[in-house]
Structures are given as structure tokens and as C-alpha cells.
């Protein structure tokens, strides 16, 4: 890239950081520094506003990197990303966000809790947080990596090694300084920025075809190298029948994994009531459904104005796709609107990537300090602030998140993204989903749920082909590999069912059903609850 992309991109960029940091030195000056006010932003936030903070917190780098570019190189089995991500939402408004806001306080822990003994669950909901919310940490971190790269001309591995590094240590900042209020605004803000960015793309790849989508899907086929194949299912996922399982498990992974995901399941209580948060659900799921169309113009568009070829040359994985694009569709690489373009789109990129990364870390550390630290802490021992606790660890977590994601730079960013989703919906669904509805569910079939389902779906991608025994792997001059998905999840989530099941039945507890009585009212009524 010229000198004028990246003076440009990075004067974007740094005019971001500069407002974010803004609001979270004027949100640190103005918090009370209780608990509620750094985990919940103090519950003042309306639906709509929630509402765009959870549409920010999931259009994240995966989204909008990671996914075009999979569909630039395969055209219809990327689009399942695009697909799975939405569906997801239904799940959410109908089966978690209102009884989640009445059941809880702070955390995924808190709802399970409510009937069980609290420490053996605390331990493992807490470990099952913290693991989901540092490989989904992981995949945004990448996705910076590739950004520079690109910017900076692809100039070897210090770029993105000390881009990583620096991401890194900006959201430690915004989460320990702002906590959830200053995230919930720098969410909201890059909201706003990315959709606005979207739609100015959607138009032009639409206007450089006149509107007519057969013409840019036939345009995109013909450069793909695949004909017709290219908009056929079964180019990435068609192959032989291992693909196809593949594909099964990813789509469960992504259905079912965002009502586990421990960012947005907090954000439900930053709202006042249950009724505000499903109203937020409702609001997100009409900015996030536009924004996954979009994605789709934006992956043929890359594969017909661009060409895959281009894109795989720029970054094997895809995860630079759309700024390619940008870079074209405002006159090339040596025109002003080109660079212009490119760096609007450079820095909307980097912004997404900067706020989802506080709001992941903000939800990661609340499960150190309020699940982890509070029960694992000896009995006797001088008691530090939850908060004081979920500011070290986000410290923690944002150095084990920047060496992982060193690791796995080569690997596209929607990928990372759907083996986070199978964790979450092996490890977090069912013990959230049995501790809602089931009647006699107990302490022992919930810590079996969670490590039932956690401990698989970890064991499985480590001996699957994305970390050993193949040239695209982690690992590509090992050979481990013994399980042949590259997803877990057709194999986790039903484990992580069955260990809850089973450790119910073999339980000598005997149910509570006094307290399941009681969060039953409250989860559908929201009395008592916080």
C-alpha cells in the first residue's frame, strides 16, 4: 500500500482511539466503583441503546473481515456464516434473554447458581467464560494482524506482531478504566461507524453492477475459476462426507453458540428490566440481519470485482477481502477516492476489532473476579474488590489472548469465530438451557454439563486438522490429528446434553424443588429479580 493509504488509515484510526479513550477517561471520572456500575454500566441503559451495544459486540471482525472473505473464495458455503450468525438470534429471543436478565446478576454463573451449591458451579461456569471469551479474543486479534499487514505493505511479522500487542493493551485499558459503561458506548459508537461503512460499500459494489444482482453473482462465478460450482453448495464443504459433517457441525455450533456466549449473555443486564432486554434483542437482531445481507454483496462483490485470486494472494485465509475491495471499488490503488475508501474501511475494521475485544475482555475478567476469585479464594483470607480482581485479570487474559493469537495468525478470522461458538454451545448452552427448564436438574449435573461439553469440544480441536497434519494447520510440520472435523460441535454440544443428563440421574442430591419454584416466578415474572 502507498504512503497515502496508511497515513490516511492511520489518522482515521487514530482519531477513533483518541474519542474512545476520550469517553472512558470521562466515564472513569464519573463511576461510583461498585460492582453494578463495572459489570452492568449501573443498569441505566435503554433498549435501544443496549440494543446497538449488542449489535457492536457481534458484528465483530469475523463478521465483517472474516466472513466476506470466505465467500470471495468460496462463494456459496461462506455464505453459511452469514446464515448461522443470524438464525442464532432467534434462540436468544426466545429461549434466554428475559429469563437471563431475571435470573442473574453479573455473569452466565449467577443464573446457574440461583439453585445449585454455588462454588462447584461458579469453578466451572467461570472456566467454561474465561476459555470461550479467550478464543473468541483470538479470532479479533487476527483479524488486526491482517488488517496491518495489508496496510503496511505486508511488511513480515513485526507489524502484526506489535499491531496484536498493541490492540491488546488498548482494551485492557478501556476495561479497566470504563468498565461496562464506557464499553457499552464505544460499542455503540463503532455500531454506528461499521453498519454506516457497510451500506456506503453495499451501494457502490451494487452500483458498479446497476443494481443487477445475476450480474454480479455470474461476474463473481466467472472469475472464481468454479463456474457454476461457485454458487452451488459443496466447494468447501462437498467434498467427501468428513466436509459435509463439517458442515452440519459448524451450523450447529453457530445456531446454538451465541446463547452461550458470555459477552452478549451480559449485556442482558445492563438494561433495567427483562421486558428492556428483550426489546434490545429486537433491535439487534433488525441492525445485525441487515448487516449479515450486506456481508453477502460484500463476499461476491470481492469475488467479482476483485477476485479470489488477488484476495488469496493478499492473505491465504481471506481476512482482507473487503478492504481489497474498498480499495477498488474507489478508483484503484493510486486514485484518491481508492485511498480514501481504503482507509475508511481500515479504520472501521480496527475499530470493530478494538471495541468487541473490550467488551469479550470485560465479560472474561467479571467471570475471574465474580465467579473464580470469589469462590476459589481461602476462607479466611483478606477479601480484595471484585473489581480490583476483574481489572488484574483482564491484564491476564489480554496477554494469554495476544500469545495464542501470535500462534493462529494464519487462520481466517470466521473460523476462529465458529470453534468459539462450538465451545459455548457445548460447554454454556446446556447447563444455562437445564437449569432454566428442568425441573430436576442438580450440582452434579450441572459441573458435568460444562466440563461434559468444555473438555471435548478443547480435546477435539486440539487433534483436528486446524492444529496439527496439514499445510494450513497451527502446527503444519506435526501430525496428531486423530479426529477429522475441524469443528467440534457435532460431537461437543450433544456430549455436553448427555453429561448433564447423566450426571442428574446418577446424582444423590435430591433436587431443590423449593428453589426451582422460585426462579421459575422470577425468570418469568421478574419478581426479585435484581
Known sequence: MTGDHQTLALLLFSTFVAVTLGITTWVSRNRHGSAEEFYAGGRLFSPMENGFAIAGDYMSAASFLGISGLIALYGYDGMLYSVGFLVAWLVVLFLVAELVRNCGRFTLADVVAARMRERPVRIAAGTSSVTVSVLYLVAQMVGAGSLVALLLGGTGDAARTW?????????VIYVSLGGMRATTWIQIVKAVLLLGGTVALTALVLM???????????????RSGHGESFLAPGLAYGGDWTSRFDFISLGLALVLGTAGLPHILSRFYTVPTARAARRSVVWSIGLIGGFYLMTIVLGFGAAAVVGPEAVRASNAAGNTAVPLLALDLGGGADSTGGTVLFAVVAA???????????????????SVAHDL???????????????AVARVAAVGIGAVAIALSLLARDLNVAFLVGLAFAVAASANLPVLLYSLFWRRFTTRGAVWAVYGGLIPAVVLVLLSPVVSGSSQSLFPDVDFQLFPLQNPGLVSIPLGFVAGWLGTVTSREAPDEARHAETEVRSLTGAGAV
Open 373 to 387: 476469585y470469589a469462590s476459589l479464594r481461602r476462607r479466611g483470607s483478606e477479601p480484595r474488590s471484585e473489581v
Open 163 to 171: 499491531t496484536v500487542v498493541a490492540v491488546g493493551a488498548l482494551m
Open 208 to 222: 458498479r453492477f446497476h443494481g443487477d444482482i445475476d450480474r454480479l453473482l455470474r461476474t463473481a462465478a466467472d
Open 348 to 366: 472501521v475494521a480496527f475499530a470493530t476489532i478494538l471495541a468487541v475485544v473490550a467488551g469479550i475482555t470485560l465479560a472474561s475478567s467479571a
